[in-house]
């Protein structure tokens, strides 16, 4: 019954799939750095102070997974500037939230820089989950529903409450 | 330049703090078990294939961090639940963002089980990022700002774009 819950929690999940690329530390490190405009390997290392092997080794990895453009310099071929692809850029809402989830509960100081809307300048507003119609939801608010697909093998698990998704089973 | 470029492309950022707790991928996948309803640890190890000795070890960080607690079952003291804190459910729509890249952008199945408002069980939306007017902003959009506090050290950073940070300096 455990496996089975086990199962049940993962099955169709893209979160493993993500954490492939995205769960390490320095991965969202880099794209920090990427974020604030750094492009050359040297400067990256300075930024994170990461040892050269390391660096080159999660580099390469994120551009192997579509997150990062390796691309010689225009002006000097034998340098290399790593800039965001669109999936790199699309990690923009994970990293924003899992920073200011940080500005909330870990003892940092506050911000130097803040991320603002470029039209007026404003900073951006808290990340959220949102109903459909917009509401702002909490915890507590939210369930998980079986996909249509998936609805009729397991109809007693539909709009279970997220405490109630193991002893469900 | 390059070091000055990294310092403040970091200082008072709260990344490297938040991801000294979740900068690994075991800690999304216990949160993600946890928000399955996982309170056991035989029922963690079952469902994230995950070695006991690891499992104990990133569950007690995790204690340790505030991201779970850890309390005696009432009707058997020998065994422990596990549970999140109110910092730990904050990382929800850090985990769901997350996840819904890696629907995006990863070669996985449709998932199986979607999150919704318990109100209506309508899925929840794509996290986005958004302006203080609640206007979607994608990454174009985007600029750092210097925070009031330190705006006077760097005046010429104010609003510059984000692909322009490094060069701006």
């Known amino acids: 019954m455990a496996e089975r819950k086990g199962l049940d929690a993962f099955e169709g999940c893209a979160l493993p799939a993500a954490l492939e690329t995205m769960g390490e530390r320095w991965s969202f ?3 920090r750095a990427c974020f604030s405009g750094i492009v050359y390997f040297e400067d990256f290392q300075c930024a994170l102070g990461i040892a ?4 080159s080794n999660r580099l390469g990895k994120l551009v192997t997974r579509g997150i990062l453009t390796r691309e010689p310099v225009a002006n000097d071929k034998r340098r290399v500037a790593y800039g965001l692809t669109e999936k790199g850029k699309a990690l923009m809402p994970v990293m924003i939230a899992l920073r200011q989830w940080g500005e909330r509960w870990e003892p940092v100081q506050p911000a130097r820089r803040i991320l603002a809307d470029s039209r007026d300048r404003q900073p951006v507003r808290e990340v959220r989950l949102q109903a459909a119609d917009g509401r702002l939801l909490d915890y507590q608010d939210l369930c998980w529903i079986e996909a249509p697909a998936a609805a009729d093998d397991e109809p007693d698990c539909t709009a279970a ?9």
Chains 1, 2 share one sequence.
């Open 52 to 55: 050269r092997n390391i660096l």
């Open 161 to 169: 409450p997220l405490r109630a998704m193991g002893a469900a089973r």
């Open 29 to 31: 490190m880099i794209l």
